[in-house]
Nanobody, 120 residues
């Protein structure tokens, strides 16, 4: 079993930056991909970005060029650097992990979520 703990959310003005962190523990040997999802009020949860253990990444079109996902395998931690934030980025951000690749296979471990609020 994998445990994921997020940190770094908060309130920021539009155009600002935030950095989210997610530390993994437990059965970390089973993890290939770590990623970030987000869910805004009244909307479905959506994938923001994912990264493999070898550093391959994918991003939602809405965040390309503004967000950067990175990973420290030695520290079992994944980061999401969010720049040029917009009010529509407001959501609860969830860290997730899975043993499979970057494709459509489901994530099977989830963090508790951290709130990101972008004011206009």
């Amino acid at each position: 079993q994998v445990q994921l703990v997020e940190s770094g959310g908060g309130l920021v003005q539009a155009g600002g930056s935030l950095r989210l962190s997610c530390a993994a523990s437990g059965s970390i040997f089973s993890i290939n991909v770590m990623g970030w999802y987000r869910q805004a009020p009244g909307k479905q949860r959506e994938l923001v970005a994912g990264i493999t253990i070898n550093g391959r990444t994918n991003y939602a079109d809405s965040v390309k060029g503004r967000f950067t996902i990175s990973r420290d395998n030695a520290a079992n931690t994944v980061y999401l650097q969010m720049n040029s934030l917009k009010p529509e980025d407001t959501a609860v951000y969830y860290c997730a992990a899975k043993p499979y690749g970057l494709g459509p296979s489901p994530y099977d471990s989830w963090g508790q979520g951290t709130q990101v609020t972008v004011s206009s």
